[in-house]
């Protein structure tokens, strides 16, 4: 591609004049500077989103988690073993997954989709399987994720379902994960997109440790050598070392990025997918925001990265958009605070008067 065309492409960042007019607010709030600390980031970066100073707290929120099984779990790098990933998408549809607790007492609206989980036909309603790859992706350290055909095929799904959302009125978005053995395809994105080794990047996932985790590197580190060149292109990395969930949840947040609707990041698959989106859509990552910090050391070498700040660091590591969903209250706050919170200004007058 061309300088020019690359730029023709390049994804339109938010709205620079808002973005300074929040940060000038901010400067000339009632409160010593910079006593918002990362709250008062927050608030910037949710103005120029949002496209208005003051801004209004996010109010349609919307939780999209990508589902899907993973090759390589049959082969030890996992605490757990795949028919979780199906049970715990009934757990999303009745309620009772953690992420669907939280977006029940923030008023988030939660849609779970089955992109690659390794089950019949008729498993799940039909809603959710409308936009099925395949069971199951590929073992990325002895074979590709997916054909060529379906990553494009999940890429595109991806930005329909971001599209849908839109379309309903989303105005923050979370892109949420279920699938079991998916901290390892993660990870691998991760250190083929920075050109980082497997020691670096993998962790103890859902809790391995000990041997298990010293064969999670292993795993990690023949995906890498097998896929070898193939990493530099995105679509190529993902066919490589991805997964049918993975690949639509690139498409979905390079889609909702494309449209200008933010989206609040969680662990490190979503962070994973974020750092792909950002090289298969660049600028993409201006519209995102990290919701909380991983345990994963792939999670904090990927938003380093993408110079991400997350807003909550509570140890958390349940994926499933969880962590994200848990910070929509901390965007509400930052909100509410540039928005209402007087000005200095005012507040000298006032007592002068
Ligand atoms: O979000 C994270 O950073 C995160 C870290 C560790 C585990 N998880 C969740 O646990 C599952 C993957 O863990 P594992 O060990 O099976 O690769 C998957 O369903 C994720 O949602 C999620
Ligand atoms: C029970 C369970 C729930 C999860 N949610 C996301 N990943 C998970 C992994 C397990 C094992």
């Known amino acids: 591609m061309s300088d020019a065309a690359a730029a023709a492409s390049r994804i339109a960042p938010p709205p620079e004049a808002v973005r300074r007019e929040a940060a000038d607010r901010l400067a000339g709030l009632a409160t010593p500077a910079g006593a918002l600390g990362r709250l008062g980031e927050a608030a910037v970066w949710w103005a120029a989103v949002q496209g208005q100073c003051p801004p209004s707290p996010p109010s349609n929120v919307r939780v999209v988690v990508f589902a899907g099984d993973h090759g390589v779990t049959a082969h030890g790098v996992s605490a757990y073993p795949s028919e979780i990933t199906a049970l715990m998408v009934h757990q999303f549809l009745s309620g009772g997954a953690g992420v669907a607790v939280l977006a029940r007492l923030h008023g988030a609206e939660l849609r779970v989709l089955d992109l690659g989980v390794d089950v019949e036909a008729g498993t799940f309603p039909a809603e959710v399987s409308s936009y099925k790859v395949r069971r199951g992706s590929g073992a990325i350290h002895v074979e590709d994720a997916l054909t060529a055909e379906e990553t494009l095929q999940a890429l595109a799904a991806g930005a329909s379902v971001a599209a849908e959302e839109i379309a309903a009125g989303a105005d923050l978005l979370v892109a949420g994960d279920m699938g079991i053995g998916n901290t390892t395809p993660s990870a691998a994105l991760i250190a083929a997109t920075l050109g980082l080794g497997a020691e670096e990047v993998t962790g ?33 990395r993902l066919t490589a070392l991805g997964s049918a969930d993975l690949a639509a949840q690139v498409g979905f947040l390079a889609e909702a990025a494309r449209r200008g609707v933010p989206v609040l990041l969680d662990g490190v698959i979503s962070v994973a997918c974020a750092l792909v989106a950002e090289d298969y859509a660049p600028g993409s990552s201006a519209w995102f925001s990290a919701g909380h910090r991983s345990p994963e050391p792939a999670q904090s070498l990927a938003l380093s990265k993408l110079g991400l700040e997350p807003l909550l660091d509570l140890g958390m590591r349940l994926g499933e958009g969880s962590g994200a969903v848990a910070a929509v209250p901390v965007v509400r706050s930052a909100a509410a605070l540039l928005a209402d919170v007087s000005l200095l200004a005012d507040v000298l007058g006032d007592q002068g008067a």
């Open 204 to 236: 103890r996932g859902s809790g391995i440790d000990g041997d298990a985790l010293m064969h999670k590197q292993t795993v990690v580190d023949e995906a890498l050598v097998r896929a070898g060149e193939r990493v530099t292109d995105p679509v190529d």
